[in-house]
């Protein structure tokens, strides 16, 4: 498991969305935009259960997310890894935290009965830092200043 940078994780704690990638059955990609955590070095994306991304999750482990800001383009971060764990548990709490950062809601409004949560947990195994925080950024930076 490859260490997420500080760069990234402050990413992540910010009100970025991810773009999630992970694998049909066919092979080819599914992408979807996604609020986005972390617990650590552990990314997490929380789904409901049967959605097309939980299905992909459980049948291929193989899956990639980039994390944009959308005040600054360049400062963006691309992972690529495996999902760990596919649980159900601390999901609901979890998809609470989540509504307050995106929503400043106290509790996900749009729950369905007989639907559960599913907490994706992801594992780096490459990880591109913000080009933001790069040398070469920070010099091209100073340059045109």
Not at 50 to 60: D, I
């Amino acid at each position: 498991m490859k260490a997420l940078p500080d760069s990234v994780k402050k990413l992540i704690e910010a009100k970025t969305y991810a773009n999630v990638a992970t694998l049909m059955s066919d092979g080819s990609p599914h992408v979807t935009q996604t609020w986005v955590d972390h617990e650590g070095d552990i990314v997490l994306i929380n789904t409901f259960e049967g959605s097309q991304k939980h299905r992909n999750a459980v049948r291929n482990p193989k899956i990639a997310l980039d994390i944009c800001d959308p005040a600054s383009p360049f400062n963006m971060a691309v992972i690529r890894g495996r999902v760990k764990e596919v649980t159900f548990d601390g999901a609901e709490e979890h998809v609470d935290r989540m509504a307050k950062k995106y929503l400043g809601q106290d509790k996900y409004q749009m729950r369905r009965p007989g639907v559960r949560r599913v907490l994706i947990k992801i594992e780096a195994s490459h990880v591109i830092a913000p080009f933001t925080d790069s040398p070469r950024w920070k010099a091209w930076n100073a340059h045109k200043k």
